[in-house]
């Protein structure tokens, strides 16, 4: 999934509120796109309200991406990032 891009650019740093996480994907493609943009700003903060039915399978998230190589390296890096998660704040 591949979301818009956003008006970042000449910015030092974006922050994105995530209301509706879907398991992961809305976080996914942000980063893709940040990643992507040459004019991206130094940092992206990435704020996201997840309910227990949205955490993805952290074992299997990489799989539902092996269409598109960056994709499913950014989704291993989350689930390394993100497995064991307990309910509460988290910074990765």
Known sequence: M????PNWADRSVWTVLDTA???????????QNWL???QHPRMLHYVAFVEEADLPDW?????NY????????L?????EQCMGVQHGFHRI
């Open 36 to 38: 992507n943009d040459p």
């Open 75 to 79: 989704a291993s890096a989350l689930a």
């Open 2 to 5: 591949q979301a818009p891009l």
């Open 66 to 73: 092996y269409h598109d190589p960056q994709l499913e390296r």
């Open 21 to 31: 996480f879907q398991g992961g994907a809305n976080l996914l493609g942000t980063w």
């Open 59 to 63: 074992f299997d998230l990489a799989d």
